[in-house]
Structures are given as C-alpha cells and as structure tokens.
C-alpha cells in the first residue's frame, strides 16, 4: 500500500528551524513530483514547496528564501528545511506525490498524502 510518513514537526520559537522528512512507500517515488502543503486551523490548506523529478524546485512566495524543499531517490525521502521560522508558520504540514501536475501547488494535482506532522511557531 501507498503510505507517505511525515516526520520532524514539533514546536520551536520564531526565528529557529525545523527540518521535516516524508518517508515514502508503496508507488515509484522517482517518478512523482513532491510536494509540502500546510494548514492552519480555520484556513485553507496551501502549498508551500515542491519540486519535480530531477531536482526542480518551486515556492510559495510567503517561504521563499526561508524555506528548502530537496529529495533523495535513493532513500525514497522527501525533505523540508525551515529556517527564519515565524508564528504564521504554524500548521500541520503535510506531504503529497502527484503523476500528473498542470498546477504544482494545487491539491487537485496530488494523488497521495500523508498524514501530517504539526509545527508550532512562538513568538
């Protein structure tokens, strides 16, 4: 079965990092495009990074420059790197695999996702 197992989440203060992991299983992780969407309570859940195949990346512009998405095929492991955190950053972060993305950070491009794992920014 397809599973996508977030990792690293916890609570840190504004300013600090965080480094999220997404173990994948189940499907060809090579051949997906990648992706960490996030949602705070009472707010639409919003892509914020992905990157494709071989390595190509894309951000929403709230995380850019902060904010690294990377890959490793061989571990089948998607990874976020945090830094600069702020409070807004606060959600459940989760990660998504899509075949076919027309729009590479809309949830109707991913096929399969992971449970989340919670980050909490204080101030």
């Known amino acids: 079965q397809v599973q996508l197992v977030e990792s690293g989440g916890g609570s840190v203060q504004a300013g600090g990092s965080l480094r999220l992991s997404c173990a994948a299983s189940?499907?060809?992780?090579?051949?997906?495009?990648m992706a960490w969407f996030r949602q705070a309570p009472g707010k639409e859940r919003e892509g914020v990074a992905t990157?494709?195949?071989?390595?190509?990346?894309g951000y929403a512009d709230s995380v850019k420059g902060r904010f690294t998405i990377s890959r490793d095929n061989a571990k089948n492991t998607l990874y976020l790197q945090m830094n600069s955190l702020k409070p807004e950053d606060t959600g459940t972060y989760y990660c998504?695999?899509?075949?076919?993305?027309?729009?590479?950070?809309?949830?109707?491009?991913?096929?399969?996702w992971g449970q989340g794992t919670q980050v909490s920014v204080s101030a």
């Open positions: 990157i494709d195949t071989i390595g190509n990346t």
């Open positions: 189940g499907f060809v992780y090579r051949l997906y495009r």
């Open positions: 998504a695999a899509s075949g076919y993305a027309p729009c590479v950070l809309c949830q109707s491009s991913y096929r399969y």
